[in-house]
């Protein structure tokens, strides 16, 4: 199912209903760059706070076009000439672009672009047009409470007295002697021209104090009224609502990020780090400073993480057989073993009725790569000892008593000896190596 801001509400609403259903999900970015410099790109001879801080520099430099992510659902067959069962697929391809309003007032946020992933993007035949135009908005979760509690506290006049500078005594005192005269006046609305932010912000400030008064922004002026208590009251509330309706538009994609977090679902990926740390930083917090924090963060974001890439690396008997773990080159060769062993009869994976597009999808688009990776997973595990996934259970203090163990919260990151981060938690209950 292919995504935009147009299609948005709709699929929302099938993303909630599904994942709390599925039995794990799979994840895939397209991003417009990975690191800035070649000292910059991590290397086997970083240190583990090295590697976390280059990774970091890339993922806050460089901004991402499209997440895919894929629900795999185990259907129990009611054939019993159709085996035991297969995996339902329902994949997302979300194009996703920062908000750039909120309720009409501009949001200016920055991210490089680098000429050769570009490149890349539009030798997949990405739409960079569809991107922008119809990119789904996206506001991270700490700058969404941030400003509603800012815009709030400016509403409701719940915030520190503003410091009038030198250059603005004058305008405050013209100010009140024109209120004075207004509430003597008959009239019900006085305009008042502002140059700028901070003399709304004033005008906002100094009508406050009077309970009969309330003030509204109209493109470069403001519109003072009178009214009673109750009236000028519920007009503030009304406004804080409004406010808060329109974070909330603006938040777009991160709230499938927090759907998704919330769900507590195993997270499988191919070479996952960029991809979590990503999905963490751009849809939900800034990235924490040190390496150990960020460990510690993601048990609580998403607790159970599965790369196809490091199960692929740390299998001798896999790598051997394959030769290779890049997903567009293995994934084809297991689908194929898959239908050989089947007869192409019974095949493991199919797709929902309502997302047969992603068959007909191409690499490099992050729905069907989610898929991809999803599907690979499956089938790795089935070469493995054919483990029946759904048992993987969505709540994270179980996982580590599977036959999986070995696999979870283990990224694949070659870093001198080790194949591996771990985003477990250590025997000491700290965070892990």
């Given at each position: 199912m292919d995504v935009t801001k147009q299609t948005f509400q709709r699929a929302q609403r099938e993303f909630r209903d599904s994942i709390s259903q599925c039995d794990f999900v799979a994840m895939d970015m397209e991003m417009t760059g990975l690191y800035e410099t070649k000292q910059l790109t991590p290397n086997r001879q970083d240190t583990k706070?090295?590697?976390?801080?280059?990774?970091?520099?890339?993922?806050?430099?460089?901004?991402?076009?499209?997440v895919g992510?894929?629900?795999?659902?185990?259907?129990?067959?009611?054939?019993?000439?159709?085996?035991?069962?297969?995996?339902?697929?329902?994949?997302?391809?979300?194009?996703?672009?920062?908000?750039?309003?909120?309720?009409g007032v501009p949001v200016d946020d920055s991210f490089m672009c680098k000429n050769t992933a570009l490149d890349f993007l539009s030798r997949s035949s990405f739409d960079f047009n569809k991107w922008i135009y119809h990119g789904i908005p996206y506001l991270r979760t700490d700058d969404a409470d941030r400003m509603k509690a800012e815009r709030t506290s400016l509403l409701t006049n719940k915030r520190p007295p503003i410091e009038i500078d030198e250059r603005h005594e004058t305008f405050v005192k013209d100010?009140?002697?024109?209120?004075?005269v207004f509430l003597k006046s008959r009239d019900k609305v006085m305009k008042y021209d502002t140059a700028n932010s901070?003399?709304?912000?004033?005008?906002?400030?100094?009508?406050?104090?009077?309970?009969?008064?309330g003030a509204r922004s109209r493109m470069g002026e403001?519109?003072?009224?009178?009214?009673?208590?109750?009236?000028?009251?519920?007009?503030?509330?009304?406004?804080?609502?409004?406010?808060?309706?329109?974070?909330?538009?603006?938040?777009?994609?991160?709230?499938i990020i927090e759907a998704l977090s919330s769900a507590r679902k195993p997270v499988i990926g191919h070479n996952m780090p960029l991809d979590v740390m990503h999905a963490y930083s751009k849809f939900f917090r800034k990235l924490p400073e040190?390496?150990?924090?960020?460990?510690?963060?993601?048990?609580?974001?998403?607790?159970?993480?599965?790369?196809?890439?490091y199960i692929i690396e740390s299998t001798p008997a896999i790598k051997a057989k394959y030769g290779t773990s890049s997903l567009e080159?293995?994934?084809?060769?297991?689908?194929?073993?898959?239908?050989k062993i089947s007869d192409g009869s019974r095949e493991l994976i199919r797709h929902h009725a309502k997302f047969t597009r992603e068959a007909a999808s191409t690499m490099h688009e992050a729905g069907y790569d989610a898929y991809t990776t999803g599907a690979t997973f499956i089938r790795l595990l089935k070469l493995e000892g054919g483990l029946n996934l759904s048992s993987i259970s969505s709540s994270c203090e179980s996982s580590s008593e599977l036959v999986l163990y070995r696999y979870i919260n283990k990224l694949y990151?070659?870093?001198?000896?080790?194949?591996?981060?771990h985003f477990g938690a250590s025997e000491n209950g700290r965070s892990g190596s």
């Open positions: 706070d090295e590697r976390y801080a280059k990774l970091k520099r890339g993922v806050e430099a460089y901004g991402v076009a499209q992510i894929c629900l795999f659902t185990w259907v129990e067959s009611k054939d019993p000439n159709d085996g035991c069962g297969y995996y339902e697929a329902k994949s997302f391809n979300f194009n996703v672009f920062p908000a750039t309003s909120i309720g100010l009140e002697r024109a209120l004075a901070y003399q709304r912000k004033i005008i906002y400030e100094v009508v406050s104090k009077h309970a009969t008064l403001m519109e003072i009224f009178k009214g009673s208590k109750k009236a000028v009251a519920h007009h503030n509330s009304e406004k804080v609502r409004k406010l808060v309706s329109n974070i909330e538009e603006a938040r777009g994609f991160s709230t040190s390496r150990v924090e960020f460990e510690h963060e993601m048990q609580r974001f998403l607790p159970v993480l599965i790369d196809t890439k080159e293995i994934a084809p060769m297991l689908e194929r073993e898959s239908m990151q070659a870093l001198g000896t080790e194949l591996y981060w």
